[in-house]
Protein backbone atom coordinates (compact mmCIF):
# COMPACT_ATOMS: atom_id res chain seq x y z
CA UNK A 1 0.00 0.00 0.00
CA UNK A 2 1.36 3.58 -1.34
CA UNK A 3 -0.07 6.55 0.58
CA UNK A 4 1.29 9.78 -1.19
CA UNK A 5 2.38 13.04 1.17
CA UNK A 6 1.72 15.93 -0.95
CA UNK A 7 4.92 17.62 -1.55
CA UNK A 8 6.02 21.12 -0.74
CA UNK A 9 6.84 23.02 -4.37
CA UNK A 10 8.47 26.20 -4.43
CA UNK A 11 5.85 29.20 -3.67
CA UNK A 12 4.28 30.85 -6.45
CA UNK A 13 3.21 33.78 -7.19
CA UNK A 14 -0.05 34.50 -6.08
CA UNK A 15 -3.06 34.58 -8.70
CA UNK A 16 -3.61 33.20 -11.94
CA UNK A 17 -0.88 32.88 -14.97
CA UNK A 18 -1.52 34.80 -18.42
CA UNK A 19 -4.17 34.18 -20.27
CA UNK A 20 -5.60 31.84 -17.87
CA UNK A 21 -7.65 32.02 -15.52
CA UNK A 22 -7.28 30.88 -11.62
CA UNK A 23 -9.42 27.91 -10.62
CA UNK A 24 -11.92 29.01 -8.13
CA UNK A 25 -12.41 27.01 -4.80
CA UNK A 26 -14.78 27.17 -2.37
CA UNK A 27 -14.01 25.61 1.11
CA UNK A 28 -16.91 24.46 3.21
CA UNK A 29 -17.48 23.63 6.87
CA UNK A 30 -20.36 23.82 9.17
CA UNK A 31 -18.17 23.87 12.43
CA UNK A 32 -14.51 25.05 11.98
CA UNK A 33 -11.37 22.61 12.96
CA UNK A 34 -8.99 23.96 10.61
CA UNK A 35 -11.08 24.77 7.88
CA UNK A 36 -10.03 28.08 8.58
CA UNK A 37 -6.13 27.44 7.74
CA UNK A 38 -7.53 25.76 4.24
CA UNK A 39 -9.39 28.58 3.20
CA UNK A 40 -6.65 31.09 4.00
CA UNK A 41 -4.51 28.74 1.80
CA UNK A 42 -6.78 30.03 -1.40
CA UNK A 43 -6.98 32.92 -0.04
CA UNK A 44 -3.41 33.41 -0.09
CA UNK A 45 -3.11 32.58 -3.50
CA UNK A 46 -6.01 34.11 -4.65
CA UNK A 47 -8.21 31.28 -5.56
CA UNK A 48 -10.76 31.48 -2.40
CA UNK A 49 -13.93 32.13 -3.94
CA UNK A 50 -15.92 31.50 -0.29
CA UNK A 51 -15.43 30.25 2.80
CA UNK A 52 -19.03 28.61 3.86
CA UNK A 53 -19.58 28.16 7.77
CA UNK A 54 -22.01 28.31 10.25
CA UNK A 55 -19.99 30.30 13.00
CA UNK A 56 -17.75 33.23 11.88
CA UNK A 57 -17.28 35.93 14.63
CA UNK A 58 -18.35 39.50 13.13
CA UNK A 59 -18.63 41.96 15.40
CA UNK A 60 -21.09 43.93 13.25
CA UNK A 61 -23.64 41.23 13.00
CA UNK A 62 -26.03 39.07 14.78
CA UNK A 63 -25.87 37.38 17.64
CA UNK A 64 -22.33 38.46 17.90
CA UNK A 65 -23.68 42.28 18.66
CA UNK A 66 -25.65 41.02 21.65
CA UNK A 67 -21.46 41.62 23.44
CA UNK A 68 -21.75 45.21 23.30
CA UNK A 69 -24.92 45.30 25.29
CA UNK A 70 -23.28 42.65 27.91
CA UNK A 71 -21.86 43.83 31.40
CA UNK A 72 -18.22 44.21 31.04
CA UNK A 73 -17.13 41.12 32.31
CA UNK A 74 -19.72 39.34 31.03
CA UNK A 75 -19.10 40.49 27.59
CA UNK A 76 -15.30 40.10 27.55
CA UNK A 77 -16.34 35.94 28.37
CA UNK A 78 -18.82 35.98 25.97
CA UNK A 79 -16.57 37.57 22.98
CA UNK A 80 -13.60 35.61 23.86
CA UNK A 81 -16.21 32.61 22.94
CA UNK A 82 -17.38 34.24 20.45
CA UNK A 83 -13.59 34.70 19.27
CA UNK A 84 -13.05 31.10 19.24
CA UNK A 85 -14.63 30.94 15.99
CA UNK A 86 -12.75 33.25 14.65
CA UNK A 87 -9.26 34.69 12.37
CA UNK A 88 -8.27 38.50 11.70
CA UNK A 89 -6.28 36.31 8.79
CA UNK A 90 -9.33 35.80 6.58
CA UNK A 91 -11.10 38.31 4.27
CA UNK A 92 -14.57 38.58 6.08
CA UNK A 93 -16.02 39.83 2.48
CA UNK A 94 -15.27 35.99 1.43
CA UNK A 95 -16.95 34.22 4.89
CA UNK A 96 -20.38 33.17 3.75
CA UNK A 97 -22.50 31.94 6.97
CA UNK A 98 -25.70 30.14 7.27
CA UNK A 99 -27.43 27.26 9.43
CA UNK A 100 -28.44 27.40 13.22
CA UNK A 101 -27.93 23.66 13.89
CA UNK A 102 -24.10 23.88 14.63
CA UNK A 103 -24.96 26.99 17.21
CA UNK A 104 -27.49 24.58 19.12
CA UNK A 105 -25.24 21.38 18.53
CA UNK A 106 -22.53 23.51 20.31
CA UNK A 107 -24.94 24.44 23.36
CA UNK A 108 -26.47 21.03 24.00
CA UNK A 109 -23.13 19.15 24.30
CA UNK A 110 -22.26 22.35 26.56
CA UNK A 111 -24.79 21.56 28.96
CA UNK A 112 -24.10 17.59 28.87
CA UNK A 113 -27.30 16.63 27.03
CA UNK A 114 -25.13 14.87 24.08
CA UNK A 115 -27.66 12.44 22.54
CA UNK A 116 -29.29 15.46 21.47
CA UNK A 117 -26.13 17.10 20.04
CA UNK A 118 -25.47 14.16 17.76
CA UNK A 119 -29.15 14.54 16.47
CA UNK A 120 -28.34 18.33 15.82
CA UNK A 121 -25.07 17.62 13.92
CA UNK A 122 -25.99 15.03 11.85
CA UNK A 123 -29.52 16.78 11.28
CA UNK A 124 -27.20 19.77 10.93
CA UNK A 125 -25.04 18.53 8.16
CA UNK A 126 -27.32 17.71 5.72
CA UNK A 127 -29.08 21.15 5.70
CA UNK A 128 -25.43 22.53 5.87
CA UNK A 129 -24.37 20.48 2.54
CA UNK A 130 -28.25 21.48 1.00
CA UNK A 131 -27.29 25.43 1.37
CA UNK A 132 -23.96 24.73 0.23
CA UNK A 133 -25.14 23.74 -3.29
CA UNK A 134 -27.51 26.86 -3.35
CA UNK A 135 -24.30 28.91 -2.50
CA UNK A 136 -22.61 27.01 -5.57
CA UNK A 137 -25.46 27.85 -7.96
CA UNK A 138 -24.95 31.72 -7.13
CA UNK A 139 -21.43 32.05 -7.04
CA UNK A 140 -19.65 29.24 -8.97
CA UNK A 141 -16.37 27.37 -8.33
CA UNK A 142 -14.29 24.89 -9.76
CA UNK A 143 -13.25 22.93 -6.70
CA UNK A 144 -15.00 22.14 -3.39
CA UNK A 145 -13.17 20.96 -0.40
CA UNK A 146 -15.92 19.48 2.58
CA UNK A 147 -15.33 17.63 5.44
CA UNK A 148 -16.11 13.87 6.58
CA UNK A 149 -19.88 13.95 7.18
CA UNK A 150 -20.57 17.06 5.92
CA UNK A 151 -19.61 16.62 2.28
CA UNK A 152 -22.18 14.13 1.15
CA UNK A 153 -24.86 16.02 -0.62
CA UNK A 154 -22.61 18.74 -1.94
CA UNK A 155 -20.32 16.23 -3.70
CA UNK A 156 -23.42 14.08 -5.01
CA UNK A 157 -24.01 17.55 -7.08
CA UNK A 158 -20.72 18.95 -7.99
CA UNK A 159 -19.85 15.52 -9.39
CA UNK A 160 -22.46 15.75 -11.98
CA UNK A 161 -21.81 18.95 -12.67
CA UNK A 162 -18.00 18.28 -13.29
CA UNK A 163 -16.94 20.07 -10.30
CA UNK A 164 -13.66 18.82 -8.39
CA UNK A 165 -14.36 17.29 -4.94
CA UNK A 166 -11.80 17.65 -2.59
CA UNK A 167 -12.63 15.69 1.08
CA UNK A 168 -10.28 16.90 4.24
CA UNK A 169 -11.25 13.29 6.08
CA UNK A 170 -10.16 14.69 10.29
CA UNK A 171 -10.28 11.37 12.00
CA UNK A 172 -9.44 8.21 10.88
CA UNK A 173 -12.05 5.87 9.30
CA UNK A 174 -15.47 5.37 11.75
CA UNK A 175 -15.32 1.27 11.40
CA UNK A 176 -11.87 1.22 12.94
CA UNK A 177 -12.50 4.04 15.73
CA UNK A 178 -15.76 2.22 16.91
CA UNK A 179 -13.92 -1.04 17.10
CA UNK A 180 -10.77 1.37 19.09
CA UNK A 181 -13.39 2.62 21.66
CA UNK A 182 -15.50 -0.55 21.71
CA UNK A 183 -12.98 -2.03 23.13
CA UNK A 184 -11.65 0.56 25.16
CA UNK A 185 -15.31 1.06 26.90
CA UNK A 186 -14.75 -2.72 27.60
CA UNK A 187 -11.72 -2.21 29.44
CA UNK A 188 -12.36 0.92 31.01
CA UNK A 189 -15.77 1.79 31.69
CA UNK A 190 -16.22 3.79 34.35
CA UNK A 191 -13.75 6.34 31.79
CA UNK A 192 -16.57 6.49 29.41
CA UNK A 193 -19.86 8.59 29.84
CA UNK A 194 -23.30 6.93 29.44
CA UNK A 195 -24.33 9.19 26.48
CA UNK A 196 -21.60 7.66 24.53
CA UNK A 197 -23.07 6.06 20.90
CA UNK A 198 -20.63 4.61 18.10
CA UNK A 199 -21.21 5.52 14.21
CA UNK A 200 -24.32 4.27 13.04
CA UNK A 201 -24.35 1.99 10.31
CA UNK A 202 -26.03 4.87 8.49
CA UNK A 203 -23.28 7.71 9.09
CA UNK A 204 -20.73 4.81 8.23
CA UNK A 205 -21.98 4.41 5.07
CA UNK A 206 -21.89 8.02 4.36
CA UNK A 207 -18.76 8.50 5.01
CA UNK A 208 -17.90 5.86 2.41
CA UNK A 209 -20.27 7.49 -0.11
CA UNK A 210 -18.43 11.05 0.43
CA UNK A 211 -14.88 9.31 -0.14
CA UNK A 212 -15.90 7.36 -2.91
CA UNK A 213 -17.19 10.89 -4.40
CA UNK A 214 -13.91 12.49 -3.38
CA UNK A 215 -11.42 13.06 -6.47
CA UNK A 216 -9.02 13.02 -3.30
CA UNK A 217 -9.25 12.27 0.22
CA UNK A 218 -6.92 14.48 2.71
CA UNK A 219 -5.24 12.91 5.28
CA UNK A 220 -3.20 14.57 8.66
CA UNK A 221 -1.01 11.61 9.01
CA UNK A 222 -0.06 7.89 7.30
CA UNK A 223 -1.57 6.26 10.32
CA UNK A 224 -4.95 8.11 10.07
CA UNK A 225 -4.50 7.19 5.90
CA UNK A 226 -4.18 3.75 6.32
CA UNK A 227 -7.29 3.06 8.19
CA UNK A 228 -9.35 4.70 5.27
CA UNK A 229 -7.49 2.65 2.75
CA UNK A 230 -7.78 -0.27 4.46
CA UNK A 231 -11.66 0.06 4.37
CA UNK A 232 -11.91 0.84 0.71
CA UNK A 233 -10.64 4.03 -0.36
CA UNK A 234 -8.26 3.56 -2.88
CA UNK A 235 -4.83 4.57 -2.21
CA UNK A 236 -4.18 5.98 -5.17
CA UNK A 237 -6.49 8.99 -4.12
CA UNK A 238 -5.38 9.34 -0.71
CA UNK A 239 -2.66 12.59 0.30
CA UNK A 240 -1.19 12.95 3.23
CA UNK A 241 -1.05 16.45 4.63
CA UNK A 242 0.46 17.35 7.56
CA UNK A 243 -1.23 19.73 9.78
CA UNK A 244 0.65 22.87 11.76
CA UNK A 245 0.68 25.10 14.22
CA UNK A 246 -0.69 28.78 13.52
CA UNK A 247 2.53 30.70 13.75
CA UNK A 248 0.79 33.74 15.01
CA UNK A 249 -0.07 32.43 18.41
CA UNK A 250 3.66 31.38 18.88
CA UNK A 251 6.35 33.26 19.53
CA UNK A 252 9.67 32.83 16.83
CA UNK A 253 12.23 33.08 19.81
CA UNK A 254 12.34 30.17 21.95
CA UNK A 255 11.23 30.64 25.55
CA UNK A 256 13.06 30.88 28.16
CA UNK A 257 12.05 28.40 31.16
CA UNK A 258 12.95 28.29 34.37
CA UNK A 259 15.76 25.29 34.77
CA UNK A 260 14.40 21.63 35.19
CA UNK A 261 16.54 20.35 38.00
CA UNK A 262 15.17 21.21 41.37
CA UNK A 263 11.47 21.18 40.91
CA UNK A 264 9.03 19.10 39.06
CA UNK A 265 8.59 18.55 35.66
CA UNK A 266 5.74 20.70 34.43
CA UNK A 267 3.42 18.06 32.22
CA UNK A 268 0.63 19.49 29.71
CA UNK A 269 -2.13 17.62 28.18
CA UNK A 270 -4.51 19.53 26.06
CA UNK A 271 -7.73 18.62 24.42
CA UNK A 272 -10.99 16.70 24.96
CA UNK A 273 -10.31 14.78 28.17
CA UNK A 274 -11.77 11.46 27.66
CA UNK A 275 -11.46 7.81 26.34
CA UNK A 276 -10.49 8.23 22.99
CA UNK A 277 -7.25 10.89 24.02
CA UNK A 278 -6.25 8.06 26.70
CA UNK A 279 -7.76 9.83 30.18
CA UNK A 280 -8.06 6.02 31.72
CA UNK A 281 -4.01 6.28 30.90
CA UNK A 282 -3.26 9.37 31.97
CA UNK A 283 -4.76 9.82 35.14
CA UNK A 284 -4.25 6.89 36.90
CA UNK A 285 -0.21 7.51 35.40
CA UNK A 286 -0.07 10.49 37.41
CA UNK A 287 -1.82 8.91 40.91
CA UNK A 288 1.51 6.84 40.77
CA UNK A 289 4.27 9.75 40.04
CA UNK A 290 5.38 11.87 43.00
CA UNK A 291 4.30 15.23 42.68
CA UNK A 292 7.99 16.57 43.27
CA UNK A 293 8.68 14.56 40.50
CA UNK A 294 6.39 16.01 38.07
CA UNK A 295 3.16 17.84 38.04
CA UNK A 296 0.23 17.44 35.47
CA UNK A 297 -2.02 20.27 34.12
CA UNK A 298 -4.93 19.89 31.83
CA UNK A 299 -6.55 21.72 29.57
CA UNK A 300 -10.01 21.45 28.27
CA UNK A 301 -13.15 20.17 28.17
CA UNK A 302 -14.33 17.06 30.81
CA UNK A 303 -15.92 14.17 29.12
CA UNK A 304 -15.35 11.29 31.61
CA UNK A 305 -18.12 10.95 34.31
CA UNK A 306 -17.92 13.81 37.24
CA UNK A 307 -17.14 10.73 39.76
CA UNK A 308 -14.12 9.29 38.06
CA UNK A 309 -12.80 12.60 38.00
CA UNK A 310 -12.44 13.54 40.92
CA UNK A 311 -10.70 10.81 42.05
CA UNK A 312 -7.88 11.60 40.78
CA UNK A 313 -8.76 15.80 41.01
CA UNK A 314 -5.64 15.75 43.45
CA UNK A 315 -3.06 14.93 41.21
CA UNK A 316 -3.90 17.42 38.66
CA UNK A 317 -4.23 21.01 37.80
CA UNK A 318 -7.73 21.06 35.85
CA UNK A 319 -8.04 24.51 33.70
CA UNK A 320 -11.15 23.64 31.82
CA UNK A 321 -11.72 24.88 28.36
CA UNK A 322 -9.52 27.71 27.49
CA UNK A 323 -9.79 30.72 24.88
CA UNK A 324 -7.34 30.41 21.96
CA UNK A 325 -5.85 33.69 22.86
CA UNK A 326 -4.77 31.41 26.16
CA UNK A 327 -3.84 28.34 25.21
CA UNK A 328 0.01 29.15 23.37
CA UNK A 329 0.66 30.44 27.09
CA UNK A 330 0.36 27.32 28.63
CA UNK A 331 1.90 25.33 26.27
CA UNK A 332 5.12 27.68 26.90
CA UNK A 333 4.96 27.10 30.39
CA UNK A 334 5.15 23.75 30.62
CA UNK A 335 8.22 21.62 30.14
CA UNK A 336 7.00 18.21 28.75
CA UNK A 337 3.61 17.23 26.96
CA UNK A 338 2.03 14.61 27.59
CA UNK A 339 -0.91 12.82 24.98
CA UNK A 340 -1.70 9.18 24.91
CA UNK A 341 -4.40 9.35 22.93
CA UNK A 342 -5.96 5.73 21.35
CA UNK A 343 -7.94 7.42 17.96
CA UNK A 344 -7.03 10.38 15.88
CA UNK A 345 -6.76 12.35 12.37
CA UNK A 346 -3.60 13.57 13.27
CA UNK A 347 -3.81 16.00 16.54
CA UNK A 348 -3.28 19.66 16.50
CA UNK A 349 -2.43 19.86 19.52
CA UNK A 350 1.22 17.70 19.04
CA UNK A 351 1.70 20.72 16.36
CA UNK A 352 1.51 23.15 19.10
CA UNK A 353 3.55 21.42 21.16
CA UNK A 354 6.86 21.31 18.86
CA UNK A 355 5.53 25.35 17.76
CA UNK A 356 6.10 25.43 21.56
CA UNK A 357 9.69 23.40 21.74
CA UNK A 358 8.17 21.19 23.95
CA UNK A 359 9.44 17.67 24.49
CA UNK A 360 6.63 14.92 22.99
CA UNK A 361 5.46 11.59 25.46
CA UNK A 362 2.69 10.47 22.71
CA UNK A 363 0.91 6.93 21.38
CA UNK A 364 1.48 6.30 17.57
CA UNK A 365 -2.45 6.40 17.01
CA UNK A 366 -1.84 10.17 18.18
CA UNK A 367 -0.34 11.46 14.73
CA UNK A 368 2.51 13.50 13.78
CA UNK A 369 4.50 15.25 16.96
CA UNK A 370 7.25 13.51 18.39
CA UNK A 371 9.88 11.94 16.16
CA UNK A 372 11.14 9.17 18.44
CA UNK A 373 14.13 9.17 20.65
CA UNK A 374 14.68 12.60 18.82
CA UNK A 375 12.19 15.32 20.27
CA UNK A 376 10.38 12.41 22.60
CA UNK A 377 8.62 9.29 23.38
CA UNK A 378 6.52 7.56 20.29
CA UNK A 379 4.61 4.61 22.42
CA UNK A 380 3.43 2.15 19.65
CA UNK A 381 1.22 0.34 22.39
CA UNK A 382 -0.49 2.09 25.28
CA UNK A 383 -0.81 0.52 28.82
CA UNK A 384 -0.71 1.94 32.40
CA UNK A 385 2.03 1.04 33.05
CA UNK A 386 4.02 1.70 29.85
CA UNK A 387 3.12 4.88 29.53
CA UNK A 388 3.90 4.90 33.68
CA UNK A 389 7.50 4.37 32.99
CA UNK A 390 7.67 6.26 29.75
CA UNK A 391 6.86 9.73 32.17
CA UNK A 392 9.13 8.33 35.13
CA UNK A 393 12.24 7.94 32.69
CA UNK A 394 12.07 11.19 31.37
CA UNK A 395 11.19 13.12 34.00
CA UNK A 396 14.00 11.26 35.80
CA UNK A 397 16.58 12.80 33.55
CA UNK A 398 16.24 16.62 32.92
CA UNK A 399 19.11 16.63 30.11
CA UNK A 400 16.95 14.85 28.05
CA UNK A 401 14.11 16.55 28.03
CA UNK A 402 16.25 19.89 27.29
CA UNK A 403 17.60 17.51 24.26
CA UNK A 404 13.82 16.96 23.50
CA UNK A 405 13.00 20.52 23.97
CA UNK A 406 15.42 21.64 21.29
CA UNK A 407 15.15 19.14 18.53
CA UNK A 408 11.13 20.33 18.76
CA UNK A 409 12.57 23.73 18.19
CA UNK A 410 14.67 23.02 15.33
CA UNK A 411 11.58 20.59 14.00
CA UNK A 412 9.21 23.47 14.25
CA UNK A 413 9.97 24.88 10.72
CA UNK A 414 8.28 22.01 9.11
CA UNK A 415 5.71 22.22 11.33
CA UNK A 416 3.76 25.39 10.48
CA UNK A 417 0.38 25.99 8.70
CA UNK A 418 2.28 28.08 6.24
CA UNK A 419 4.18 24.83 5.20
CA UNK A 420 0.68 22.93 5.08
CA UNK A 421 -1.00 25.64 3.60
CA UNK A 422 1.16 25.79 0.34
CA UNK A 423 1.00 21.75 0.28
CA UNK A 424 -2.77 22.11 -0.03
CA UNK A 425 -2.26 24.56 -2.91
CA UNK A 426 0.33 21.85 -4.98
CA UNK A 427 -2.74 19.64 -4.40
CA UNK A 428 -5.20 21.26 -5.87
CA UNK A 429 -2.77 23.41 -8.86
CA UNK A 430 -3.68 27.01 -9.99
Not at 212 to 231: H, P, S, Y
Not at 250 to 267: M, V, Y
Not at 406 to 417: H, V
Amino acid sequence: MSIQTQPVKEPRTPGPKSGRRALRVGIFHPGTQHSWQVALAFQESGQLAWYATSVFYDPARWPYRIERYLPGGLSRRVGAEFRRRYSPLLDPSKVRRFGVHEWLESMTRRIGARSLSYWFNEAGNAAFGRAVIRLIEREPVDVVWGYNTSSLEVFRWAKLRGIRCVLDQTIGHPRVMNRVLGEERARHPEFCLDSYRPYSQTLIERQDEEAALADEVVCGCEAQARTIVENGCPASKVRVIPHGYDETRFPEEAPRRQPLRGRPIRCLFAGVIDSRKGAAYLLPAFEQIPPERARLTMMGHLAIPARTFARYAPHVEFLGQLPRSEVARHFLDADLFVFPSLFEGSALVLCEAIGAGLGIIQTVAAGNGAVNGVNGIVLQTLSREGLVNAIKDATSDPDRILEWQAASWSLRKNMRWSVARERMRSLVGQ
